[in-house]
């Protein structure tokens, strides 16, 4: 009788963790998508994953990495893309990249693609006209060389119909990108968390957003998380491809 009351009491503490764990990640995941959400409701429309035909012999996610390059971790993450045979698009902030031209070097010559995510992580929606400008054309200077410099992602992912106008016209024509596959991995610390869904949840034609920083070990997390996911997507039939490769084969959707 103690013993199964015992049980009874693990089992139902277990479940009040688990049902309050969810509810309180996906109030968070909800606040904080809601700085997305906002743009695109008005009008200002980013790319968030791809349309793939189904007669592909196999299924495609663009896979990105944000805020790098960083010391720490760059190198590391290199390698566990190349041991699944994986590409990125390596979104980076033109304040870290200035001071690591080699690290740019490495993940060119790796087979990964250079994209803008302005020259720090200010979100760029408070930005003004002559920052927002000003901040894109700095990181572009610093990447161009590099590759065609073709995406931007907002820092934060929070911009408006300013930093939009300003990505989407000359001298930049950039494509404006966020993403379906977004775990909150710059904020929640536990790995299983992103291991699990990335894993699981993956979509023909879907963006994966994960971030490259030695702050909160957001680098190592990163690190971590790809070498448990990427193979468990090339088991479900993914090639995991940078947005370059994706728009090859599929057609980018905004939303």
Same mark, same amino acid.
């Given at each position: 009788m103690i013993r199964q009351l015992l049980c009874r009491l693990v089992v139902s503490n277990t479940l009040r963790v688990c049902v309050f764990t969810y509810i309180v990640i996906n109030?968070?995941?909800?606040?904080?998508?809601?700085?997305?959400?906002?743009? @695109?409701?008005?009008?200002?429309?980013?790319?968030f994953n791809a349309s793939c035909p189904a007669q592909l012999e196999k299924k495609y996610a663009a @896979?990105?990495? !944000? !805020?790098?390059?960083s010391d720490e971790h760059m190198r590391n993450i290199l390698k566990v893309l190349a041991e699944n045979q994986a590409t990125a698009t390596f979104f980076v902030t033109g304040a870290e990249a200035e001071k690591r031209r080699a690290l740019l070097i490495d993940i060119v010559n790796a087979g990964h693609e250079l994209a803008n995510h302005t020259y720090t992580d200010i979100a760029s929606k408070k930005l003004s006209v002559e920052e927002a400008r000003a901040s894109l054309a700095q990181t572009h200077a610093l990447i161009e060389d590099f590759n065609p410099v073709r995406y931007v992602r907002p820092a934060k992912g929070s911009y408006g119909k300013v930093?939009? !106008?300003i990505a989407g016209s000359e001298p930049f024509n950039y494509e404006l990108v966020l993403g379906d596959m977004y775990t909150l991995d710059h904020l929640i610390e536990w790995s299983a968390w992103h291991n699990f869904l990335i894993s699981r949840s993956t979509l023909n034609g879907s963006v994966i957003i994960l971030h490259d920083s030695a702050d909160r070990r957001r680098g190592e997390r990163t690190t971590k998380v790809l070498s448990y996911v990427l193979p468990k997507l090339k088991?479900?039939?993914?090639?995991?491809?940078? @947005?370059?490769a994706l728009a090859e084969v599929c057609e980018l959707r905004k939303r």
């Open positions: 109030t968070i995941s909800c606040a904080h998508l809601s700085r997305w959400i906002g743009p @695109l409701i008005k009008g200002e429309p980013a790319i @896979l990105t990495i !944000d !805020d790098g390059p930093f939009a !106008d088991r479900r039939g993914f090639e995991i491809v940078s @947005l370059n």
